[in-house]
């Protein structure tokens, strides 16, 4: 077959842009820099093929060269799971966070110059989610001034925990402190797991990797393991004592900083999460895109081309809200960076008053963005303390004004009135407050609170959706009332804002509709009015997908090319298959032949 001639059959697309897409590029980026940096540390990526290869080469890289913004944009261009992200995003963030200042003086300065590698053991085979139903334990020793962590069954094993597997020689290993037989409840401990001269196990500890995860294998090149302790001594200061500490002669002592202070490490991955769901969000709908735009199938006119596949309206209303999504994500996610930036000042000046929401936002956030009980529980408080005449505060601040969102009538007479921002975040709040409120009278109907908690807890998670999505909405109109430079950048992210807000509304007419936010004619205007924001957006589709600044390289995908050159490549890839190597298929002499020449033994025909 002769040599392919390669189009960019993308370049139509482009020209129809109605943006300028250099400065949605730095508007999806944050800033300038942060769009400069990315881009510099993705092409360094994409141009060296061993740093893919080996992810430990990676880790020298980030080490020796790079300084810490770089080294976090050059690991996330790399794109590869590993020991580091848990390393750098828990073990560090943990001891920051829960370790007093010695300890803090003694740990951070080994683990920043990675002569000690730690993981996060805090899950185990029997509970998750849990915390406080962890099994493994910690009792102190006075005689020796050492605690004893210990494995008491197998559903105590530490399981899942990434880096564990084969190469962190530390944890942060969460257990029940045990002093003077009274159990304390579940506190962190640094353990030592593995020798720094031969990195074999200590005595008394089990560890492995717990093997293949299911799915396309991405997440194989994480060690996630398995722990067990048999009576592991560690010294007493090695229990991190900045929430609580346990005395010389084993006497328990709480501070003055709130136990929520562990939710800290928490907020940091949850808001970690947050933000990564809008990168995987958003390359796979930069991917689906590109390949809608290429992709024709039906519609021929005397013929003519076939329709261009993102052209029909049902791959419009499939595809361009999850575009949409991946903007609102990405705003939301600059958000909850300011939050956790916030929350970290506050408790470094012993400030622990936003840290209850900050928890509540990024435990709901981080469900919300990857498919919510401890934001509805923050909402019920908020819902019983309006009795009090306590003011509501932050993200929950809309129930201030709970009187006028149980009782207003949504102003929408037209579809145009649908992408008023006002009136798309009243109704999204009186959906809220309305849900929640309603919520809260069932559960006080209830013998107790814990009981009213099961028996509406699936109400309970409608309610913490309704409350998230609120966030998200609110989020993204207030990064619209921001000055976003750019020719038509402003304009076509107001139609995204639209576009996310009424298609939630769309899915989740029920919750507004029974609600009373809306009647049904409402209903049906917004409807019109997302048919035409699909036709708006649809010409900037492709430009708005550039605008992520993703490699080929990064994107990895035949069907995603910048140029939308897909037929020759999966044509050329295709021949790459080692099942290619040879013509005739292993097996063929032994099975298939005999089979078409109707020569089975005796043996096969018996059976």
Known sequence: MGEMVRVDHLAEERRKAQFDVSAMKVAWAGSRRELEISDRMARIVASDPRVNEVTVFCVIKIVSFFVEEEASKLRAAVDEPCYMDLHWGMFIPAIKGQGTDEQQKKWLPLAKKMQIIGCYA?????????VQGLETTATFDPKSDE??????????????????????????VYARLITNGEDHGVHGFIVQLRSLDDHSPLPGI???DIGTKFGNGAYNTMDNGVLQFDNVRIPRDQMLMRISQVTRDGKYMVSNVPRQLVYGTMVFVRQSIVQDASVALSRAVCIAVRYSAVRRQFGS??????????????QQSRLLPLLASAYAFRFVGEWLKWLYTDVTQRLQANDF???PEAHACTAGLKSLTTSVTAVARFLMKTVSSLASGEPPVGTASYFARAQHLMQC???????????????ILEAFEARAARMAIACAKNISKTSGLEEGFSEFSIDLVDVAVAHCQ??????????LKQDIPGNGVKEVLQVLCCIYALSLLHKHNGDFLSSGCINPKQASLANEQLRSLYSQVRPNAVALVDSFNYTDHYLNSSLGRYDGNVYPTLYEEAWKDPLNDTVVPDGYQEYIRPLLKQQLTSRAARL
Request: proline fraction near 4%; charge should be neutral; include cysteine.
């Open 470 to 479: 609120l966030i998200v909405v609110s989020k993204f109109i207030e990064k």
């Open 409 to 423: 009538n949504c102003e929408v007479h037209n579809a145009d009135d649908w992408l008023k921002p006002s009136v």
């Open 301 to 314: 006119q005397k013929g003519g081309l076939e329709s261009q596949v993102i052209d029909y309206k049902t």
């Open 122 to 130: 805090q899950t185990e085979l029997g509970h998750g989610s849990n």
């Open 353 to 355: 008053s936003t840290l």
């Open 147 to 172: 605690f004893v962590i210990h494995s008491p069954t197998l559903s105590s094993s530490k399981w899942w925990p990434g880096g564990l597997g084969k190469v962190s020689t530390h944890a942060v």
């Open 206 to 208: 089990t560890i492995g």
